[in-house]
């Protein structure tokens, strides 16, 4: 019987990253980048170490326009900037077509074009011959290469083109790489290409063209984006193209900052961008945060609950040996553990979690057996506490330290009213104890919130002036159990900010300003209590 052979490693192997965010990302439903947040991305990329930035298609928009004139600008240190466009139409010579002309105007290093590798869209959607195609490929390409730019070829509908043709697939390639291309782009257009056959169609065209770079574009249409751009790599390709986050179009493209992470992490290889690979978490939230979008929470190694605790057994174990429960060390992409308390916490996690807070508990103390009792049966009335570490410090804190906000309240009262078809007023009245004074305020604003909220920081501000420095960011409400109609508990959470730190509250009622108000009391109780913490 033979000794199997081992295929040789690559690790090591230097891959190029090419971010297609700011053109391919913003064909995704939802995906909208103005030009000022284009450039900022464009100089974060270039300080993370991302190899190729592709900023667009010079006058698809007037927005790409402008973007691309002002980008003559900037003074990036590493990456190169990319304009996308097209190969030249059929039957028209290169040096007259229009789309050609805008790509060099763009004045960018490298250039992107895409041309046609499956017959059928060549026959039935360019409407031309199998020849033109190809010349139209080489005059593009060789074109652009004689205006001194980097050409990278994308190899549009690569897989199925050669599932369908190889041969007539294979000649596409070749006819940018000899026109001058320095990259060939196998593109998986559709997403619907399964890992087993990106990684032996992208083996054969490692084969039938040593020495040249050979990339993978993949989508996200069968949840396989980068798996498949990860067999690509291992089948022998050296770039890996992506969105920040997967954004793009249908159900994305293949998520760059994954890709890089696993990339570098566990298959080993060389990246540009690998020495920042730190600065990873803050990118992709970076990214996000120009795009308008919330955080994807579930996001591989970049999520807040990529490496979250909730089961006791989870967290303790996680505690002792980290790697127990975690693929990898969370620091290493700018991340960190957390251990989430809920009612499947037990003692250990409520322990951890304490730390995390900054409180130590005694593991002994028959008081933390009550506080996990009062713990569970508040979660069962609707009150959650994985995106309320306010809230759940602020309950170790009057559980078992006894602590108590240095003011009480008293009583309030919400109204709303509409004189005929004017618009809505809320007046939110408040009656506060701080020390031997009561006052008693109230306020008015369009919404109850909004009116309760002024009013408990009229009511505050007296006595303890650093509430003005509190600003309600962002303001959720969640129906916990929708089958009870009218009745239905309801949760809010309330996410609040001093300028220095943000914290996260929650109320549960089933009535919305008492829910409201039990989220802004605890946020505002927070405040006070860090201010005591730091004196």
């Keep these: 019987m033979g000794t199997k052979t081992k295929s040789p490693t ?69 990456a190169k900037l990319a304009a996308f466009g097209s190969t030249r139409r059929a039957n028209t010579a290169v040096a007259d077509d229009a789309q050609v002309r805008l790509l060099l105007e763009a004045q960018t290093p490298v250039v992107t074009i895409f041309g046609k590798s499956w017959l059928m869209h060549v026959t039935e959607v360019l409407r031309t011959t199998p020849e033109e195609n190809l010349a139209m490929i080489g005059d593009t390409v060789r074109l652009l290469v004689k205006n001194k730019k ?24 070749a006819a940018a790489r000899d026109a001058g291309a320095v990259c060939l782009t196998l593109c998986d257009t559709n997403g619907g290409s399964l890992v087993n056959e990106v990684r032996d169609i992208t083996t054969k065209v490692v084969r039938h063209f040593p020495g040249t770079r050979i990339g993978l574009h993949c989508h996200n249409d069968a949840g396989l984006g980068v798996a498949v ?3 690509g790599v291992e089948a022998g390709g050296t770039l890996v193209q992506g969105t920040m986050n997967g954004y793009g179009e249908r159900n994305g493209n293949a998520n760059l900052t994954t890709v890089i992470a696993n990339l570098a ?15 990873l978490r803050e990118l992709s939230h970076f990214t996000d945060e120009l795009a308008n979008l919330r955080s994807d929470l579930k996001a591989p190694y970049v999520g807040a609950s990529a490496f979250a605790h909730k089961g006791g057994i ?9 790697r127990s429960y975690e693929h990898v060390d969370p620091a290493l992409v700018g991340n960190q553990t957390r251990v989430l308390v809920s009612d499947m916490a037990g003692r250990a996690s409520v322990m951890l979690k304490a730390r995390d807070l900054g409180i130590e508990l005694d593991p002994r103390s028959p008081r933390l057996k009550d506080f996990l009792a009062e713990l569970k ?78 009013a408990l920081r009229k009511a505050l501000e007296r ?45 549960a009622s089933d009535n919305i300003i ?22």
Excluded at 265 to 279: E, F, N
Excluded at 410 to 419: D, K
Aim: hydrophobic share 40%; aromatic share 10%; glycine share 10%.
């Design 463 to 507: 006595h303890f002036p650093s509430i003005r420095e509190v600003k309600l960011s962002d303001f959720n409400v969640r129906i916990v159990d929708t089958g009870q109609g009218a009745q239905a508990i309801i949760r809010v959470l309330v996410e609040s900010t001093d300028g220095h730190e943000s914290w996260g509250t929650v109320g």
């Design 150 to 173: 980097e050409v990278i070829y994308d190899a549009e509908h690569f897989f199925d083109g050669y599932k369908d043709n190889p041969a007539y697939a294979l000649e596409t390639l």
């Design 229 to 231: 751009t990860l067999a």
């Design 265 to 279: 992490l566990k298959m080993k290889r060389t990246l540009h961008c690998g020495k920042h690979l730190g600065q």
């Design 314 to 322: 989870h967290a303790d174990a996680a505690s002792k040996v980290a």
């Design 10 to 78: 690559r690790a090591g192997v230097l891959v190029l990253t090419y971010d297609t965010t700011l053109r391919d990302g913003t064909q995704g439903e939802g995906i909208s980048f103005s030009v000022a947040a284009k450039l900022r991305l464009v100089e974060k990329l270039d300080h993370f170490g991302i190899d190729y930035i592709e900023g667009g298609w010079p006058g698809s928009n007037p927005r790409d326009q402008e973007f691309f004139e002002q980008a003559r600008g900037l003074k990036l240190t590493h």
């Design 514 to 535: 008492a829910a409201s108000y039990e989220a802004l009391l605890d946020a505002f109780a927070y405040k006070l209590l860090r201010d005591q913490e730091r004196k």
């Design 377 to 454: 049966a508040r979660e069962f009335r609707g009150y959650q506490y994985e995106a309320a570490d306010a809230s759940l410090k602020l309950l170790l804190k009057r559980s078992l330290e006894n602590w108590r906000e240095p003011f009480e309240v008293l009583g309030y009262r919400v109204m709303v009213e509409r004189e005929g078809e004017g618009s809505l007023l809320a007046e939110a009245t408040v009656k506060v104890k701080t020390g031997d004074e009561i006052r008693h305020e109230v306020a008015e604003d369009a919404g109850p919130v909004g009116a309760l909220d002024r």
